[in-house]
């Protein structure tokens, strides 16, 4: 028996429910609001109309009356999935965690237990050498495209929706830091100047790639990210940007820069640049600091000295590059082979790369066991997914 509980704002899930039913498995799901409750829209979906405190007694009763043996979710650390990861494990329930993919773009992770600090995912270079050396190489061709348009048409409906009909829900308690209608205002301006902001990142990456001066790069996270939020010792991302800030003003050479990339998917509440700025007035840092909204990562990772973040996979192709990386938060590829060990401090002027057969490894290793191909946001990419996902429960043949 597998209970869904929430996932994106996509058909996954009721994907992935119409796949294992054909294989003679059992779907429910709880819906906690009204987005939830259109992406489902199939039997079996009951509601949970009550307050958070009231979840824990309200999910015992109904794992033990529907006799559930798995349970898929995505985002363990979500108010209402933290609770039920927690009953589950009590229960020796199996825990299935899908989300966007480590290895992105059409990728999508299916982990047990969890991700980040919660992810099985070996931790030393000696086990991903064992468990990875001789898998065989991946297919790494694009094969499913999403564009923003597809993410934004999903997420639009499921939030306003779920806040214009709020009261079927009424005691609902969302997950994110902000409105989403206070996102939307965001986005609104964010778009409005998107091809001035494209081309003045792409002129700022043109001069410091031309320079040949060293620099290394920066790619903030989202603010609402639980990786920032839940798997790292930051507050904060003002906490993160200060520390780097103050690290690389003490300890970079005074001909070093330091590039600094906004999350493309920030809908712009916080002014960053304005915020970065700020800082680097502090520590005199104004003529050595880039900050560019927009651009090609990768571009800047080719010609870079290393990249620090706190723990976003945009360091992931850095690695594959064989850049060096500094985590500062929990993440599943922070290990002695793959990124730099020692202090922040000691980046800036020591930057360890990353040993060629362990990220070798650990990339066949990532796609092979934690990994299934598609996405979340397009028909034909979720389908993929749901297929992939459904056969790891198939009958196993005679």
Known sequence: ???????????????????????????LRINFNVGDWIFWRRKNGFHYRGRVKNWNSFLSDFLQQNQVTNLILL?????????????????????????????????????????????????????VLA????????????????????DA???????????????????????????????????????AGEKSRQREAEETIHAVVGSRAPFFVYPLQLQTDYQLRVHSPFQGQEEAIDLVLTSFARFASPDARLVVKLHPMDAGLINWTHYIRQQCD?????????????????????????????????????????????????????????????????FWSHPVPPRQEVAEAFFRLMAHSYHVRGNLYTRRGAAAAAEEIAAKFAPSPL
């Open 282 to 346: 502090h520590t005199q840092l104004s003529e050595r600091i880039d900050i560019i909204d927009g651009g090609n990562l990768e571009h800047l990772f080719g010609s870079c000295e290393g990249v620090v973040t706190v723990n976003s996979t945009a360091a992931l192709p850095a690695i594959r590059m064989g850049k060096p990386v500094k985590v500062l938060g929990s993440a599943v590829y922070d290990m002695e082979g793959m990124t730099h060990q020692a202090s922040l401090d000691t």
């Open 153 to 191: 048409g999903y997420d639009i409906l499921y939030n306003v929706s779920t806040v214009l009909l709020w009261w079927l829900y009424p005691f609902y308690v969302r997950h994110t830091l902000y409105h989403p209608f206070l996102e939307y205002l965001g986005w609104i301006g964010r778009l």
């Open 75 to 127: 985002g363990e650390e979500r108010p209402y999935h933290k609770i039920a990861v927690e009953e589950a494990k009590s229960r020796n329930i199996a825990v299935h965690v899908v989300d966007l993919g480590y290895l992105r773009p059409d990728w999508v992770i299916f982990e047990r237990d969890g991700t980040a600090s919660n992810s099985r995912f070996p931790r030393r270079a000696d086990e």
């Open 131 to 150: 468990q990875g050396r001789d898998l065989p190489e991946p297919d790494w061709s694009r094969r499913y495209t999403q564009g923003f348009w597809a």
């Open 1 to 27: 028996m597998f209970l869904f509980l929430q996932g994106s704002s996509s058909p996954l899930f009721a994907l992935l429910a119409e796949r294992l039913e054909r294989q003679g498995h059992q779907c």
